[in-house]
């Protein structure tokens, strides 16, 4: 257990150069970006006479030099203070929060059904290498890995939504339902289904290619022989001797993958009108609403070095040796 | 030609090979089988595919040659998925080298950076930058590269640092060859094969980056992109499927193709691995 709080202890503390980055560089884009949230103000009002645009960038700091804003900038970041959406009237951080369940369900939905598909999928297509299984596996993968999340959205909704009508295809829930409990949990379920899977197909194909070559190596090492040699069964071989060291590398990828799902379900979520991070940036897009913008991109930057710890924690639980120094 | 015998050998890689051919005639032809503009109305709106001999892939609602705009589209997607690809590539393994070449503090700055790199999400950064700036093709595709080069950078490091213990090295250090020149006349040249395995995946994933983009309506409105049609086709998904349908193939043929190359790269180059499959 110390080995593990220390590791995290160590991670935690590399972390912090990392973040920094982020967030500099988070201030240089809304500075690169042509006009400020001054000029959008002054846009908003209608009326755009110099004295008050003046006035008004003096009263939001915008006229100090650039080192004093980026210390202020951090400054707010520090205290979670992501600036003022102007187009909602309200707080960035509020307004993420209050859409950041909707995109993480999501996530981690299409998440557990790509490790569980993928790794499935690998498992037997390593058991069965060479033979027909195995090539409508690998195909099935190739396929996957290649399909544009957003298209293979839309056929599911032409194929599941209109034609068949099996699924509804907008939205989380069915408004004025007004479902509760349990069938409140069905709704929001037979909702998440499609987008969920859309997402979680190309993962899908990651895990699965990767966990059949992983299978293969992990079968060809020597204590794999020793087992087998002193007679235990095959199954008892596959799942306790070869699965958990051929899931390594699966975990791996798939902590280094929570930032492409979250870019992932900015797609899908437009395509499902899932109304999570994805939808809010979208629509910040075209509203030129840029603080909110880069609260999404640095909240989700926040999000991946988080998951990255999770998985640097779950990976010393997998395999004892690690030690990092 | 004994690297094309080895090649050969993977039968997926040479199909990839050949849809990606198809896709290349189909873009540098495009001017020639369809001059003008392919966003000009060239017939009725609505026209299915196979209903007529002047659009095989029919028209969309505002009468524009789908065929057209396919051919078309190949430009732009092979253009920005190459052109983000390489400029990933440079900085990857400039950055890549120096850091394994030199390792110590060289490397570690270099390394907190890739870091910072990858840690922001790739496609929401993409999003964002080009959002922040206007959609034209050089944003896009440097929004693309920025996001692509770190997994390259790691690498070249990792080749970098095997190749520094390698006697011909340690031998060119001793006679006094310039840092650069070994770097980059010496040791590359042993890197390049891993390189040109990931950077056909690179391209696969750039044109995938792309046509995702230019769904969301942030492609170059200058130009007519894969996506751009299907988001245009989104909206009457439920009269006219094909308009939806078409483009989606397209790209997930061209992707298909490059990362089919990919993995044929990889059994050619790699003799190590040879055999294994």
């Known amino acids: ?325 | 030609m004994a690297f094309w015998r080895q090649y050969r050998r993977n039968v997926a890689a040479v199909i990839g090979l050949a849809i990606l051919l198809v896709v290349v005639v189909m873009a540098v032809s495009a001017p020639l089988l369809y001059p003008g503009d392919p966003w000009d109305m060239a017939g009725k709106p609505f026209i299915w595919p196979f209903q007529s001999w002047k659009f095989p892939l029919g028209t969309d609602r505002l009468g524009r040659d789908v065929a057209a705009c396919i051919f078309h589209g190949a430009r732009v997607s092979l253009l920005i998925g190459l052109v983000a690809t390489l400029v990933a590539v440079v900085v990857g393994i400039v950055v890549g080298a120096f850091a394994g070449f030199y390792g110590g503090k060289v490397d570690d700055v270099l390394m907190r950076l890739t870091e910072i790199f990858q840690t922001i999400p790739s496609f929401i950064f993409i999003f964002v930058v080009v959002a922040v700036f206007t959609p034209t093709v050089p944003i896009i595709v440097l929004a693309i590269a920025i996001v692509s080069w770190p997994q390259l950078a790691r690498l070249v490091r990792g080749e970098f640092i095997a190749l520094r213990g390698r006697d011909f090295i340690q031998g060119c250090i001793a006679i006094g060859m310039s840092d650069l020149r070994i770097i980059f006349f010496q040791a590359l040249p042993n890197a390049l094969a891993p390189v040109i395995v990931t950077a056909s995946v690179t391209v696969a994933l750039a044109i995938l980056a792309e046509s995702g983009l230019a769904f969301l309506g942030l492609g170059d409105p200058n130009v007519m992109s894969w996506g751009t049609i299907i988001g245009a086709g989104r909206a009457v998904l439920r009269q006219a499927w094909y308009l939806t349908a078409i483009p989606g193939v397209a790209i997930l043929l061209t992707v298909l193709a490059l990362n089919l190359i990919g993995d044929g790269l990889n059994d050619a180059l790699n003799p190590r691995l040879r055999g294994r499959r």
Request: charged residues 15%; aromatic residues 10%.
């Open chain 1, 1 to 325: 257990m110390y080995r593990v709080i220390r590791i995290v202890r160590r991670r935690l503390l590399q972390m912090i150069p990392v973040v920094l980055g982020i967030v500099v560089f988070n201030f240089a884009l809304l500075h690169l970006a042509p006009g400020d949230a001054v000029d959008v103000m002054a846009g908003e009002a209608g009326a755009s006479n110099a004295e008050y645009v003046a006035q008004l960038r003096q009263q939001y700091g915008l006229d100090k030099p650039l080192p004093v804003q980026l210390g202020n900038y951090l400054w707010h970041v520090v205290q979670l203070d992501l600036g003022y959406s102007y187009r909602h009237n309200r707080p960035v951080l509020g307004l993420i929060l209050e859409r950041l369940p909707a995109t993480l369900s999501l996530m981690l939905t299409a998440l557990s059904l790509s490790i569980l598909l993928g790794v499935g999928l690998g498992v037997l297509a390593a058991w069965r290498v060479r033979t027909a299984t195995d090539t409508v596996i690998s195909i099935f993968a190739l396929l996957s890995y290649a399909t544009p999340t957003f298209w293979i959205g839309l056929m599911f909704i032409l194929l599941f939504g209109v034609t068949l009508g099996w699924l509804p295809t907008t939205g989380m829930e069915s408004v004025g339902a007004g479902y509760k409990g349990l069938d409140r949990v069905v709704d929001i379920g037979r909702h998440m289904l499609l987008p969920a899977v859309t997402l979680a197909l190309f993962y899908m194909a990651i895990y699965t290619r990767l966990m059949r070559a992983s299978m293969l190596e992990v079968y060809g090492l020597d204590y794999v022989r020793t087992a087998q040699a002193k007679g235990l069964a095959g199954g008892k071989i596959a799942f306790k001797h070869v699965l958990r060291n051929a899931l390594l590398p699966v975990v791996t990828v798939a902590g280094l993958q929570v930032g492409s799902l979250l870019g992932g379900s900015v797609l899908v979520e437009t395509v499902f009108g899932w109304p999570g991070l994805g939808r809010l940036a979208y629509d910040a897009v075209f509203q030129r609403d840029f603080n909110t913008l880069l609260g999404i991109l640095l909240l989700c930057s926040i999000v991946v070095v988080l998951a990255n710890l999770v998985v640097d924690m779950l990976y010393a639980v997998l395999d004892p040796r690690i030690e990092y120094q």
